[in-house]
């Protein structure tokens, strides 16, 4: 079925790293992925005539996600005009320490899925956003937009108020950085940022009694996400429980302020807005193990995994400002649902199990009745439409985590088998379900630590 294409790439684009205002630039590699490419190419790829009703989207030029490794770096892989990695990457030393969170069922460092979370980097306009979670501190780098594999450090790292921060959510519109950290002092703090001042000094942290440690014992009762409400107007959080302790972890929203007058640009770039430190908290009922969410577009609802039953639908209740679910549905067979991303091309939602070699694709509908802030448990519709079977593929590439689908396709990152395997992405058409790659890094240094998805379009 699927054909082995290997083939050794011609030497890569030397990056440089030449002036900018870091005091301590990091080292780029050349990038060798993609040694061991196993493709199939749609028949759809590429071709705007093919897929009939599905509107042309722009693909994206290149996606990022972090090692993780004892010496952070985020992994720049450039993706071809169709979409497909071409096989030229780089690696960015963050100047931080990734770190593993311990796995509660083994008491060995937790891998795949290190940090127990979504989002451990994150891309805004043309930025990036890493976390070092075994140095408490937070990186951001310029992206190149004529050449996205090139990336140089804006500023200097900052710290964080709180211990093993394992997600990230930026905001350009607002000039904002948040971060969830979920060790000994759990929580969420923001930062301004600006291209030219880099990040701002965090605020003060948000806390969450979680009674954790550094590194944490997991992936229960540690913090899933940080991420946006659509209109970018909340700064949204997902924890986990622990059902086997009654704990039905919760879901947190924090109002983005703003300080003074003027249009949102001017007050963006002159750090004016800020995130609300009052917490809103609900534990949506039906929910117990919220993971990695997406704010649905044109809404205030957010689509959520929960890894104890498959998706949810989280939407606002009118009066309380809580937040209820709306519609539930619990996949067959499902292990761990735990990342989610919604693609442009097909408006409809791909979610990953790291205890499968599968890509689910589920519908939703977050108004079903026309009114997305009804009070919630009835409103939102959910349909599971597909399961993508990748396993056909082999390979050490058991269970897929963070996903980002961008343009045509869905890319999903898959750190390896825990076994020290180099980690791969694997490129699914969102209109024709079909696998198209499956590109090991082999050049890249990236294992099973590996976290993240972030793309460029
Ligand atoms: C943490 O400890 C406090 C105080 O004992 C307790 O109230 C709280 O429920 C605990 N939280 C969790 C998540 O176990």
């Not at 193990?289 to 957010?302: E, N, R």
């Not at 082999?394 to 689908?405: E, K, S, T």
């Not at 890249?444 to 972030?454: I, P, Q, R, Y």
Request: overall charge negative; aromatic content about 6%; glycine content about 14%.
């Amino acid at each position: 079925m699927h054909s082995l294409i290997r083939y050794s790439l011609a030497a890569t684009a030397v990056l440089s790293m030449a002036g900018g205002v870091s005091a301590r630039p990091s080292a780029p590699r050349e990038g060798q992925l993609g040694q061991q490419n196993r493709i199939e190419r749609p028949a759809a790829v590429g071709g705007g005539g093919g897929g009939g009703a599905e509107a042309k989207v722009a693909n994206a030029k290149a996606l990022y996600f972090l090692t993780n490794d004892e010496d952070n770096a985020i992994a720049a892989i450039e993706l071809g005009d169709n979409g497909l990695v071409t096989g030229k990457g780089a690696t960015y030393q963050t100047g931080g320490k990734g770190a593993n969170g311990i796995d509660g069922a083994t008491n060995e460092k937790a891998a795949p899925d290190a940090l127990f979370s979504q989002s451990a980097l994150t891309v805004a306009g043309k930025h990036i956003f890493a976390v070092n979670a075994g140095s408490n501190t937070l990186s951001m780098f310029a992206i190149d937009p004529n050449n996205p594999l090139a990336l140089q450090k804006v500023g200097e790292d900052i710290q964080l108020p709180g211990e093993f921060p394992n997600t990230v959510a930026a905001s350009e519109k607002n000039g904002l950085v948040c971060v969830g950290m979920t060790g000994q002092k759990a929580g969420v703090a923001c930062a301004d940022f600006s291209a030219e001042g880099g990040l701002g000094q965090a605020d003060g942290l948000r806390e969450f009694q979680l009674n954790q440690t550094t590194p944490p014992v997991g992936p229960t009762n540690t913090v899933s996400q940080v991420f946006w409400s659509a209109d970018e107007s909340q700064l949204l959080a997902t924890v986990k429980g622990d059902p086997e302790k009654g704990n039905n972890g919760f879901f947190s929203a924090y109002a983005q302020q703003q300080q003074e007058g003027g249009n949102q640009a001017d007050q963006a770039k002159a750090g004016k807005f800020r995130v609300s430190q009052e917490e809103i908290r609900s534990t949506p009922g039906g929910t117990a193990v919220l993971f990695g969410s997406v704010a649905i577009p044109g809404t205030q609802d957010v689509l959520a995994t929960d890894a104890s039953f498959g998706v949810a639908i989280l939407n606002e209740k009118q009066q309380q400002k809580q937040y209820a679910a709306a519609a539930r549905l619990e996949l067959p067979n499902q292990k761990a649902t735990c990342w989610a991303t919604i693609s442009p091309l097909t408006n409809t939602a791909f979610v990953t199990d790291v205890g499968r070699n599968m890509l689910i694709e589920v519908g939703y509908n977050a108004n079903a009745n026309g009114n997305g802030n009804g009070e919630g448990g009835e409103q939102g519709e959910l349909s599971l439409l597909n399961e993508i079977d990748l396993s056909s593929i082999g390979g050490p590439d058991l269970g897929l985590i963070d996903l980002r689908a961008a343009g045509e396709f869905v890319y999903a990152l898959s750190p390896g088998a825990g076994t020290g395997e180099e980690a791969a992405i694997n490129v699914i058409h969102a209109g024709t379900k079909q696998f198209v790659q499956n590109a090991r890094l082999t050049g890249v240094g990236a294992g099973k630590n590996s976290m993240g998805m972030a793309v460029y379009v």
